[in-house]
């Protein structure tokens, strides 16, 4: 079975700092692709930082220069470290490994799974 678990949300006031970690089973952290997205109530989902196997990152120009997306393939781990928040960051930040960040980033090789974690809510305050 695999897993995909994020933490590390919580409630910051405005240029605050938080870091997400998302633990995925070795299986999918194999894989090429992972993302970290974001939702807020009412609006569409949007891809906020990816990273592949290789290391190579992207970023939402809403994001670049704030945020740092990283992995530790000892630990299996993706992480979203987020600086000088803002409250327009609000939103609930999920990961994914697979398909949905491999069509993202505009990569249409097959991916026989698409995982997401059950995401963890970051609230910034003014």
């Known amino acids: 079975q695999v897993q995909l678990v994020e933490s590390g949300g919580g409630l910051v006031q405005a240029g605050g700092s938080l870091r997400l970690s998302c633990v995925a089973s070795?299986?999918?952290?194999?894989?090429?692709?992972m993302g970290w997205y974001r939702q807020a109530p009412g609006k569409q989902r949007e891809l906020v930082a990816s990273?592949?196997?290789?290391?190579?990152?992207n970023y939402a120009d809403s994001v670049k220069g704030r945020f740092t997306i990283s992995r530790d393939n000892a630990k299996t781990t993706v992480y979203l470290r987020m600086n000088s928040l803002k409250p327009e960051d609000t939103a609930v930040y999920s990961c994914n490994a697979g398909l949905t960040t491999a069509r993202t980033m505009g990569i249409m090789a097959p991916y026989s799974y698409d995982y997401w974690g059950q995401g963890t809510q970051v609230t910034v305050s003014s």
């Open positions: 070795r299986s999918i952290f194999s894989g090429n692709y």
């Open positions: 990273i592949t196997s290789g290391g190579s990152t």
